[in-house]
């Protein structure tokens, strides 16, 4: 029994011995705070551009003239023009966004020429050369839906590529033919008139540009679009005396294309999320 008890006693000093050692030692700091990765994000944005349009045609054709096929066309195009849209889009996560625009391009200039050069095919005996010098003007308004894959990030710089399809309604106004025929020297004048109309046609577009983060919920673009708009079609012809229907067809612009270039901006109508910050630790 006295065996036992010096035992117990010598355990129970070394207990109290090593709690007092334990108490002694600091204690170790807690593992330092660090919040969850980042994870791809959806969110709703609104956006807004302006630009300017670099646009072409391909031809300004009359179908109802037997005579179309003999032209030649000069200086087919028009002037730049400005353009502007505002849009809602979704950034499904960090590379893939998608977004709906209405967009307006205002009023370009056209102009252009087509010929026929002196010939005796359409009459023979006869010499008979025309001149056809066109004018007016055109707009669109475009709705398109687009999808952009963004490159990856560098110094909060974003380069991106996309495509759209939608419609745009093509519209003409005050179209004027200003014609000169010559038939064996002697010249001819006429003047035709197209009355305003507009047509809505397919279109599509490609995209690329930059985007640079100024903050979390705004992103400034620098764009480029290729935009294909398709035709576009005058009202009834009429000669200047506004009876005489000419050739009984419309003026047809074909395949209208332009290069646009375009600043815009994105609002991300989602807060990005934050972090609490760690707790403070203190040593009592």
């Known amino acids: 029994m006295r065996c036992v008890k010096s035992l117990l006693a010598a355990g129970a000093a070394t207990l109290i011995s090593s709690m007092a050692f334990a108490a002694d030692m600091p204690i170790a700091p807690p593992p ?3 919040p969850a990765p980042p994870v791809d994000f959806g969110g709703w944005y609104l956006r807004g551009d302006i630009g300017m349009t670099n646009q072409r045609m391909k031809s300004i054709d009359n179908p109802g003239d037997p005579n179309a096929v003999l032209f030649r066309s000069t200086g087919m195009g028009f002037d730049s023009a400005t353009l502007f849209d505002l849009g809602i889009g979704y950034q499904f996560n960090n590379w893939f966004r998608a977004d709906v625009i209405g967009q307006w391009r205002g009023r370009a200039n056209l102009h ?3 010929s026929i050069p002196f010939t005796t095919t359409l009459f023979p005996g006869t ?6 010098n066109y004018d007016g003007s ?3 308004a475009v709705v398109m839906a687009n999808a952009y ?3 990856g990030t560098w110094w909060c710089v974003t380069p991106y590529i996309g495509a759209g399809i939608g419609a745009s309604y093509n519209r003409i106004s005050g179209f004027r033919d200003d014609g000169l025929s010559y038939i064996n020297g002697a010249p001819f004048p006429a003047v035709t008139y197209g009355a305003d109309a507009g047509k809505w046609n397919f279109a599509w577009a490609l995209h690329a540009g930059l985007g640079y983060k100024v903050t979390p919920n705004v992103t400034l673009e620098l764009g480029y679009s290729y935009m294909n708009l398709g035709d576009a079609v005058t009202g009834p012809t009429n000669s200047f005396d506004g009876i005489t229907v000419v050739n009984g067809s419309n003026f047809v612009i074909k395949d209208i294309t332009s290069h646009d270039v375009k600043l815009g901006v994105r609002w991300n109508l989602d807060s990005p999320p934050v972090y609490a910050p760690p707790p403070l ?3 009592g």
């Not at 010499?127 to 056809?132: D, G, K, L, M, P």
């Open 32 to 34: 330092m705070y660090a």
């Open 112 to 114: 252009g020429s087509n």
């Open 127 to 132: 010499a008979f050369a025309n001149v056809n």
């Open 138 to 140: 055109k707009s669109e």
């Open 149 to 151: 894959v963004d490159l």
């Open 281 to 283: 630790i203190t040593k």
